[in-house]
C-alpha cells in the first residue's frame, strides 16, 4: 500500500498545526505593532511609530514566509483570525515593555517547534526555523535595548523625547550578528 | 451500491475497518474510498484531512449530555466534496472509530515505508 499521505505532505499534522499556531502568533505580533505604532503617533513619539511600523511590516514578512513554507511543503496553511489588540497604553515605557514580552515569547514558541521538530525527526522544518532562531535574536535584542533607554536616559525632563530620537537608531551590529 | 462496491474494492486495499464501515485506499487514483451509512465515497489527500477535523470536532459528551429535545442529527459536509453526510450520535461515533483506526494504520504504513524502502545506508 502507497504511503499517500507522505507523497502528498512532508510535514506531520502536529508540525502543521505548530507552524499554522505560529502563522497566527505573527500575524498578531504584526497587529500589535500597528497598534504600537498607532499610539506612539498619537502621543507625538514619532521615530517611535517608525520604528514600529517596521517592525509590524517584519512580522507580517515572517508569517507570510511560514506560510509559504506549509504551502511548499504540501500542508494547508490557515489565514489566521486576529483579535484581541491592545490598542491603548498607559504610559510611553509600557509600549516598549510589551513589545520585549511579545518578543520573548515568540522566540519561545519557536523553540517549542524547533522540539517538536527534533521529538520526531522533522530535519527539515528544523533547518527551515534556524533563519527564525537567527532573526529572534535581533529582535529580542533590539527590544531589550529599546527598553534599556529608559533607564540609560531616564524620563525625566526631555527624556522621553531623547529616548523616541534613539529608539530608531538601534541596530544589531555587533560582533555575533553575522554568525 | 453494492455491486459497485465489490467491483471497486477489487482495486482497493483496506486501511481499516469496523462493523459499521471500512476504508480503502486507491494506490492508483492517490485517494480513499470511504464505504459508511450506505455508500461509498471518495477523499483524496485533502478532503479525507477536511472529514477527519469535523467528525473530531463534534462534541459527543456534550451531545449525550443535551437534555432538549432537538434531533440529535449533524450534518457532515466538506467543501469541494460533492458528497455530506447525516449522522445521528452513534453513526458520529462509529465514524469517528473508523477515522481513528484509519490514520493509526496509515501512520503505521508510514513508519514500515521509513523503516523498509527508504532507509538511507
Known amino acids: 500500500m502507497k504511503d499517500i499521505m507522505r507523497i502528498k505532505c512532508l510535514l506531520s499534522a502536529d508540525i502543521e498545526m505548530l507552524l499554522n499556531q505560529q502563522i497566527k502568533k505573527e500575524a498578531h505580533s504584526s497587529a500589535m505593532y500597528l497598534a504600537m505604532a498607532s499610539w506612539c503617533n498619537q502621543n507625538g513619539f514619532d521615530y517611535s511609530s517608525d520604528y514600529f511600523f517596521k517592525q509590524s511590516g517584519e512580522e507580517r514578512e515572517h508569517q507570510l514566509k511560514l506560510f509559504k513554507y506549509v504551502l511548499d511543503m504540501g500542508g494547508r496553511a490557515i489565514s489566521p483570525d486576529v483579535n484581541g489588540i491592545k490598542q491603548e497604553y498607559t504610559t510611553f515605557r509600557e509600549v516598549f515593555e510589551d513589545a520585549l514580552d511579545a518578543e520573548v515569547a515568540i522566540t519561545q514558541s519557536f523553540k517549542n517547534i524547533a522540539a517538536a521538530c527534533m521529538k520526531e525527526q522533522d530535519f527539515v522544518t528544523f533547518e527551515f526555523l534556524n533563519w527564525f532562531m537567527k532573526e529572534q535574536r535581533e529582535e529580542e535584542y533590539k527590544a531589550r535595548r529599546a527598553l534599556e533607554l529608559f533607564e540609560v536616559i531616564g524620563e525625566e525632563g526631555t527624556g522621553r523625547w531623547e529616548i523616541d530620537k534613539h529608539v530608531n537608531k538601534i541596530k544589531y551590529d555587533s560582533e555575533t550578528a553575522g554568525a | ?121
Open chain 2, 1 to 121: 451500491m453494492t455491486g459497485v462496491k465489490t467491483k471497486a474494492t477489487d482495486r482497493f486495499t483496506e486501511v481499516f475497518g469496523t462493523k459499521a464501515g471500512t476504508v480503502y485506499q486507491s494506490d492508483r487514483e492517490g485517494c480513499w474510498y470511504i464505504d459508511f451509512a450506505g455508500k461509498l465515497v471518495k477523499f483524496d489527500y485533502r478532503t479525507l484531512l477536511l472529514l477527519k477535523k469535523s467528525i473530531y470536532r463534534v462534541d459527543i459528551e456534550q451531545l449525550l449530555l443535551d437534555s432538549s429535545k432537538s434531533p440529535e442529527i449533524e450534518m457532515v459536509f466538506i467543501c469541494a466534496c460533492n458528497h455530506c453526510y447525516f449522522l445521528n450520535l452513534l453513526q458520529i461515533i462509529a465514524l469517528k472509530e473508523l477515522l481513528e483506526g484509519t490514520f493509526a494504520m496509515l501512520e503505521l504504513n508510514q513508519i514500515l515505508h521509513d523503516r523498509l524502502s527508504r532507509m538511507v545506508i
